[in-house]
């Protein structure tokens, strides 16, 4: 029986999950969790680098003790993030995290001179003032010129694990970079940004073997013979990996610290409708598309559970929430005062005071909002997918953590008239060893995976209730109109 531990490392958490096939059943169970999160270093908001490393590095020793000999690994984080690498393969500094302020003007400033119907007529990818794109173009120009190698976070990691080197597409594409037509880094936005194709190791596609964990790693802690293989590296085309959707009608809504909501298509769709709704075709596992809308997702409660000082659960505010009266605020979730302001209760506040709204106060009342308005924006952005993709979703696979949250899934199925099929939750690291166990053999493709999936995990269907909220939805998205 193979094992496979699929490395799955979000914003404020990673975890090492064993993956097992036992009578036609997908086993997961989690075998190390630790925390993540940005330092200020040098004015700038950083990862700890070294602590990710420290910690997979931890999880397999946890591995080795419970008598397993042998693993497949895959390493599945965020994405447009990078590590700069000298010559000697050694980082010139920690990775800034892409909620630094430093990017706010970018792209206003680099699309002085390259129109962004140019940049997404090349790329197809929407403009996030993040992006890696805009990244590099704010990047310490003496460090680059120090830089030999430029590694996408999970790419890093497995270069630190193995000492193979590569970009994966799927989180490559991210970068706002990658030109759809040629497949390859494109020259003229390299250019604009001072680094070249070179400085980025080869590309490769997911599922390609990256090679046995170092020699010196296992001398230094008892941990298994590792091969790690380099999966969809983005956690959501590993997401919808593990998203179990058949036909050609179904959506996925990846609900986590951000939600990306989208179709899965084989061919790009980078259109003037698909720019002016800064729609993006992130690349997907085997040859497809990611084509989808980032929208800010938990991130927006987990502040607030946070400034609440933890003294309530995801559940318990969820709780709260339903005792709450529907839609008294709407909010615009995706504006950008939003992305990492300095408490998030307050501008969530201030956002309703300055709309001449109901400002929200109590967990509830403010737990309410958020989950209304992202189940408005949801449906909002299901409306918008099918016009540009030209065809009816009927269905809406939400995985991720935001499947746990029946609430939601109950507004988004009502608001969008769609059929919601929450779960299962742990999509991403089941998409990371989906792809491990297409490449060892165990299974035929990604439907063979999907299948297994619907066959392992507990499945919520949630059936939009007919006229539950009419008219709702027309005045939000009159309200985004006028706010814009």
Known sequence: MNTYVAVDIGA???RLILGTVAEGRLKLEEVHRFKNGFNSEDGHDCWQIDHLVDEILAGLVKIKARGINRVNLGIDTWA????LVDEDGNKLHDPIAYRDSRTNSAITNLTSTLPKEYIYEKTGIQFQN???????????????????????????????LTGNAVTE????????????????????????????????????????????VRRKWRKRYDIPETDVIT?????????????????????????????????????????????????????????????????MGLWI?????????DQYSFAELAALAEKEESFKVFIDVNDLRFQNPENMIQ?????????NQFVPKTP??????????????????VHKLSTIIGHPITTLNIVGGGSNVALMNQLTADLGGVTVVAGPGEATAIGNIIVQMITSGELKDVVAGRHLIADSFNLKTFVPQADAYQGVLAKYQAFLASNQ
């Not at 447009?80 to 590590?83: K, L, S």
């Not at 501008?347 to 709309?355: F, V």
């Not at 509830?364 to 952005?381: C, F, K, Q």
């Open 80 to 83: 447009v993030d990078y590590v």
């Open 12 to 14: 404020s958490s990673g």
């Open 364 to 381: 509830g009342e403010i737990a309410r909002a958020i989950y209304d308005n992202l189940s408005l924006y949801y449906a909002d952005s």
């Open 169 to 212: 597409v799927t989180n490559a594409s991210t970068t706002q970079m990658l030109n759809l037509r040629q497949g390859l880094f494109d020259k003229d936005l390299m250019s604009e940004v001072n680094v070249e194709a070179d400085q980025f190791p080869h590309l490769v596609e997911a599922g390609t073997l990256l090679g046995a």
């Open 301 to 309: 409660i987990q502040k607030v559970k946070e400034e609440l000082n």
């Open 231 to 295: 999966t969809a590296t983005h956690d959501t085309a590993s997401a919808v990996v593990g998203t179990p959707g058949f036909g050609d009608n179904w959506a996925f809504l990846s609900s986590g610290t951000w939600s990306l909501l989208g179709a899965e298509l084989n061919t790009p769709e980078n259109g003037l409708a698909a720019f002016r709704e800064n729609y993006t075709n992130e690349w997907g596992a085997y040859g497809t598309y990611r084509f989808l809308k980032n929208i």
């Open 130 to 160: 993040f992006n890696t794109l805009y990244q590099l173009y704010t990047e310490d120009k003496a460090v680059l010129e120090k830089t030999d190698k430029i590694m996408m976070i999970p790419d890093y990691l497995g270069y630190i």
């Open 347 to 355: 501008e969530l506040q201030a956002y309703a005071k300055e709309t």
